[in-house]
């Protein structure tokens, strides 16, 4: 299985997504170019910005059932 990796350096502003607003961010409000590290199990987690401009890459979405707690490691 290949796996994304990203630095540190580049992740942006982190966004918790609840349940309702997460279903239309993997479907109909998801950009193409985004990278999806998803489970359809999980119905909730975060959106990551890309701060790289030399990665097309607008953010991540990442499926967790510990959003809160991910998005504060991912802030510090």
Do not use: C
Request: hydrophobic share 35%; net charge positive.
């Amino acid at each position: 299985i290949k796996r994304a990796h990203i630095p540190m350096k580049y992740l942006g502003k982190t966004e918790i997504i609840g349940k309702k607003e997460f279903s239309f961010a993997r479907t109909r409000g998801a950009d193409p170019a985004a990278y999806f590290a998803t489970t359809f199990w999980v119905s909730e987690g975060v959106k990551v910005k890309v701060n790289d401009e030399r990665d097309p890459t607008p953010y991540w979405l990442i499926s967790t059932k510990k959003a809160q707690q991910l998005g504060e490691a991912l802030q510090s």
